[in-house]
């Protein structure tokens, strides 16, 4: 049990407090945001304050999701070098300002982290395991900062 990987994927499911879709609002660069998904997704537009504006004002998480799958052109060019920093700063921040998360994800102890989805290669294991599971990656690196 304790070396068996911990999947997570859909918010209501045992673990989806780890998916950037839960509904824990952050504090962050002197916003309130709904979720981490929305501070990812509007850090895309940092320098098109519409389109940031639009992210952080959207109603879900999906919503701020398929906002970007629509104006791809806007998204920044240095986008692909920063991704990743980014989502640790978001994921950082929810488990920081949420005791009961932070408590949840020092839980786990050492035990992998699995973004568990046939939806995404990068960020999930591709259902599969073939994908590079980079959220749950970034959230081992969380949980190993908090333990500090």
Known sequence: MANT???FYHHHEPFGEFSNFYPASIELDGYVWPTTEHYFQAQKYISDETHFKNVLQS???REAYNYV???KSAVRSDWENVKDD???IAC???FQQHPKLKELLLSTQDRT???HTTNDFYWGDGGDGSGKNQLGITLMKVRDYLKK
């Open 5 to 7: 990987p911990i999947h």
């Open 86 to 88: 980014i989502m640790f």
């Open 92 to 94: 950082l921040a929810k």
């Open 113 to 115: 982290l699995v973004e």
């Open 69 to 71: 799958r629509t104006y």
């Open 59 to 61: 109603a879900t998480p």
